[in-house]
Structure formats: structure tokens, C-alpha cells
């Protein structure tokens, strides 16, 4: 069943660089508090790239179902519309997806002051990294825009 009650045609979603079936509007960066605030859309019946947070992760999802896939690819987890998840770093990689339509969830990403995100290749090796202060320039360019 689908459901459209979020419009989401007003928010400015941006691409990662080459990364398939993932775009971001980050909200908010407060680096006081090492506190970055985005909205992350995955598209639907999509998985993104393989991944491990490193940093707490708290996540609300707005919209469809938030879909988190074995490094593998077998369906680990489903997070409702409306669920609410706090998750703890992690060594674990995973991919992240969307159900019979796109999701939208927002990421709370706390305590980043170093590393956030690590981008894994389908052999396990670390191929890239996302930083704050990635999420900072990001964050400049897309105002610009």
C-alpha cells in the first residue's frame, strides 16, 4: 500500500557523488554539539552502497519502509514509517534501502567529530569516508545552490 502523505517536493535533495539510489538535504550542523541533521531518500526496491556507521545514528523514518540489508545483500531489518531508532557505532556493514517506495528518514548523527561513515567495497575494504567536515562542505554547497 502506498502512502503520499509527506510532500517532499519542496525539500532540496542532493547526490553523493556517484553513489546510486541515495540523495540527501542536510537540515542542520551543529558543531558546538557535534550534531549533523539530514534527510537521507533511498529508493525504493533499491539497496545503497555498503557501509558502517561509526558514530550514534538516531533515525526517525518519515516516509515508506527503511530497508537494511546484510553486507550480502539478505534483508536484515524493517523500520516502519514512524519508527524511531537510536544505533550505537558499529563494526557491522550494511546496506540500506527502500520498500514499494522510496524512503525518507532523518538522521540525527551525533558525536561526529571524527569518522562517520566508512564506504566499503563487496570485498569488505574501506574505499571511502565520510567526515564532518565532508558533511560541512556538502552542507555550504547546498546552500549556494
Do not use: C
Not at 15 to 44: C, M, P, R, W
Not at 96 to 121: A, C
Amino acid at each position: 500500500m502506498t502512502s503520499h502523505l509527506f510532500d517532499d517536493s519542496h525539500i532540496q535533495w542532493q547526490t553523493l557523488g556517484n553513489f546510486e539510489h541515495l540523495q540527501y538535504s542536510i537540515l542542520d550542523i551543529d558543531g558546538h554539539n557535534k550534531i549533523i541533521d539530514v534527510l537521507f531518500k533511498f529508493a525504493a526496491q533499491q539497496q545503497i552502497v555498503l557501509h558502517r556507521h561509526k558514530v550514534l545514528n538516531k533515525t526517525f523514518v518519515i516516509q515508506g519502509e527503511h530497508r537494511l540489508y546484510e553486507a550480502d545483500g539478505r534483508l536484515k531489518e524493517i523500520r516502519a514509517v514512524g519508527s524511531y531508532t537510536s544505533g550505537q557505532p558499529s563494526d557491522e556493514p550494511h546496506r540500506e534501502g527502500g520498500g514499494d517506495e522510496d524512503v525518507i528518514v532523518l538522521f540525527s548523527i551525533r558525536d561526529s567529530d571524527g569518522i562517520l561513515y566508512e564506504i566499503l567495497d563487496d570485498e569488505l575494504n574501506t574505499v571511502g569516508e565520510l567526515t564532518m567536515q565532508d558533511f560541512i562542505d556538502l552542507h555550504s554547497a547546498q546552500a549556494q545552490q
